[in-house]
């Protein structure tokens, strides 16, 4: 029987494997497709430091060619831009910068680095199913890479299938954010225009001129820049005839300051579409099994956060983990234990999410109003989402924007059989 198996090779399920397998918990980690592959989500926040610190890849990023972040900017619809936000103006640490990155090659450099600590890593293997004794999972059904279908035992199966979202969707856990029915369309560009100096690896948000769409633009590696549009599904998608690329170029047409930076600049592959990718899963864990990262629950792409709690969540359930085998504990309130603090973290960017989406809402005129607020929002698009700083911005911000009610974690078993 093997201690842990972690279904995904993204963020979360590397940084469970690596954290696990380097304190000699002999972890077996199943990852589907055959790595570098192309993945959207390219900016990270830069929070991400303390992961990739006790990760020990921190030399590996700073060696890398993907380029530093140093702020985020907003452009109204009116295409004037916001004072960028630094990251240094409120820490003045090297952990105020952080990276663009390619997906493809950043994923890669995790999983080796699980791999180099003792995790046994599965490419091209893919989990069929869960297998649960009662409510306890007891391993997984996989196919692996040369057609064999076997089962494998743990004492702990961690789900970190991202959107595939295995065991929340099998036991019916995935609850959709309801105000949040988005759909994104994107690519990646060649000679995008940059700013200068400080800024040229900055992420830029940029609203379209009628504020139903918005733009993201982060500069890559290799003069390539990741450009998407995130829209409601029922503005998108529905209702369109257009095919995507066309609906693409309509929403740039409605941008001017991102069509003046795409000038000169040549598509690299056809447009990628994806939607419906708000939800969270109501429980966090459960008798021998864990979920973390977008398998537990994804916001919005708004904030570039998906990476950091990806990398944040793997942390926490690596050491509940640990403390489960240290005392023989592999109940859900062990194992998920961590779930309150960090659903409090993301409540912080669900709510700056919401804010974002109010049609009158805009960071420069709430901060022109409430400047004392501009640490709190500093922290929340760094990642340093359990600082003291951040409650009290939400107290004026509701006045100008309506807050969602927080959704807490069930305290209970869903009921659902496996
Ligand atoms: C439009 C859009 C834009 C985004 N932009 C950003 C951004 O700029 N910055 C940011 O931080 N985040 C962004 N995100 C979110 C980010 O991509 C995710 O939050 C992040 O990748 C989550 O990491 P993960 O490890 O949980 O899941 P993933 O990265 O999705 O990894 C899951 C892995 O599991 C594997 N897998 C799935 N099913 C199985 C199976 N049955 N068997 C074996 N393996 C399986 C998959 O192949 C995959 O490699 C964006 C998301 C969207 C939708």
């Known amino acids: 029987m093997n201690d842990v198996i972690v279904i995904g090779g993204g963020p979360a399920g590397s940084t469970v494997a690596a954290l696990l397998a380097a304190t000699g918990r002999q972890v077996r980690l199943f990852e589907r497709e055959q790595f570098p592959r192309f993945a959207i989500g390219e900016s990270l926040m830069p929070d991400t430091y303390w992961t990739f610190k006790r990760l020990g890849v921190l030399d590996r990023l700073k060696d890398s060619a993907f380029p530093r972040k140093h702020s985020v900017q907003f452009f109204g619809k009116s295409g004037r ?26 994923d890669e ?25 009662g409510d306890r999972a007891r391993g997984v059904r996989a196919k692996l890479a040369d057609g064999q279908t076997r089962d494998f035992t743990a004492r702990v199966v961690v789900d970190a ?10 036991l019916k856990l995935t609850v959709p954010e309801p105000e949040l029915k988005k759909a994104s369309i994107y690519t990646h560009y060649r000679g995008g225009r940059r700013d ?7 992420t830029l948000i940029l609203h379209t001129e009628n504020r139903d769409s918005w733009f993201w633009y982060i500069p890559l590696s290799d003069d390539v820049v990741s450009v998407g549009v995130v829209g409601a599904i029922s503005y998108l998608v529905q209702g369109r005839r257009e095919d995507a690329q066309t609906i ?20 690299l592959f056809p447009v990628k579409t994806t939607k419906d990718f708000s939800y969270r899963a109501s429980r966090i864990a ?3 099994w864990v979920l973390v990262g977008d398998a537990f629950c994804f916001l919005d792409p708004m904030y570039s956060s998906g990476v950091y709690l990806a990398l944040k969540s793997g942390e926490m359930a690596a050491d509940a983990i640990a403390g489960a085998f240290a005392t023989g504990d ?17 409540e912080a960017v ?6 974002f989406y109010s049609k009158d809402f805009s960071f420069a005129e709430f901060l022109k109003r409430h400047p004392e607020c501009k640490q709190g929002v500093i922290d929340v698009l760094s990642g340093n989402l359990f600082s003291e700083h951040i409650e009290p911005i939400f107290g004026p911000m509701s006045e100008v924007c309506q807050m969602p009610a927080a959704v807490a974690l069930s305290p209970q078993p869903s009921g659902a059989t496996p």
């Open 81 to 106: 831009g916001s004072t960028p936000f630094y990251f240094s103006d409120t820490n003045p640490h090297e952990s105020a910068i952080t990276w663009q990155v390619l997906r493809g090659a950043f």
């Open 196 to 202: 200068e100096g400080f800024d040229a690896g900055a």
């Open 161 to 170: 299938s991202g959107q595939s979202a295995l065991i929340g969707r099998k």
């Open 286 to 288: 459960g008798e021998g």
């Open 109 to 133: 450099m995790l999983l080796d680095n699980a791999r180099e600590k003792g995790a046994q890593v599965h490419q091209g293997a893919r989990v069929l199913k869960v297998l649960f004794e």
């Open 350 to 355: 669900r709510k700056m999410v919401y804010a």
């Open 248 to 267: 693409f170029d309509q929403e740039l047409a409605k941008c001017r300051p991102m069509q003046e930076r795409l000038q000169n600049a040549a598509q």
């Open 330 to 346: 592999f109940s859900a309130d062990q194992l998920g234990g961590f779930g309150p603090q960090l659903v409090r973290g993301m």
